[in-house]
T-cell receptor
């Protein structure tokens, strides 16, 4: 069965420090991978989307970047965090066919930039 | 590009009553899937129901059912016999199109009152 792992669950980082959030998927190959950010009580903001290794689509300009060094690994990074980067970050995967577009989500990372 | 619109940012309902959440979408695709996801206060995303565009019969999962109007591009979620545990953010999502990317609406915050 497929599983998705996202870590860490919570993170408190000072302004100006780097960030690395990791997400890995097991039990499937060539998934579509997503990074979302969610403010408290708000909707999902799609940050990055990837259809394959090294293929990253950025949905909004921001202080963050994403990489996909392996088929089932998706990393969200920042060189210097801003206060506005605080939020709840969700990683998700979906299949690469129309019949497999259902998304499966990680547990999320609550990031607080202080 | 596909778009998904949820026009009700917040809704409330009394316990045991019925509530309908609205969702409209825009696409030129003929084959796609539609989904409703639930995000309770734990923030874990849970799939509630899915509908294939080629199926005319509306999907049903226990107390949850959809009204899928393909020509009108409408996909509403009906929750019958609302329970306190239904209190959550509900997201409508479209799966299909280029690379079968998943597109989410902004969400509707549903509160079930005792």
């Amino acid at each position: 069965s497929q599983t998705i792992h996202q870590w860490p669950a919570t993170l408190v980082q000072p302004v100006g420090s780097p960030l690395s959030l990791e997400c890995t998927v097991e039990g499937t190959s060539n998934p579509n991978l997503y990074w979302y950010r969610q403010a408290a009580g708000r909707g999902l903001q799609l940050l990055f989307y990837s259809v394959g290794i090294g293929q990253i689509s950025s949905e909004v300009p921001q202080n963050l970047s994403a990489s996909r060094p392996q088929d089932r690994q998706f990393i969200l990074s920042s060189k210097k965090l801003l206060l506005s980067d605080s939020g709840f970050y969700l990683c998700a995967w979906s299949g690469a066919t129309v019949a497999n577009t259902e998304a499966f989500f990680g547990q999320g990372t609550r990031l607080t930039v202080v | 590009a596909q778009t998904v619109t949820q026009s009700q940012p917040e809704m409330s309902v009394q316990e045991a009553e019925t509530v309908t959440l609205s969702c409209t979408y825009d696409t030129s695709e003929s084959n796609y899937y539609l989904f409703w996801y639930k995000q309770p206060p734990s923030r874990q995303m849970i799939l509630v129901i899915r509908q294939e565009a080629y199926k005319q019969q509306n999907a049903t999962e226990n107390r949850f059912s959809v009204n899928f109007q393909k020509a009108a591009k409408s996909f509403s979620l009906k929750i019958s016999d609302s329970q306190l545990g239904d209190t959550a953010m509900y997201f409508c999502a479209f799966g299909g199109g280029s690379n079968y990317k998943l597109t989410f609406g902004k969400g509707t915050l549903l509160t079930v009152n005792p």
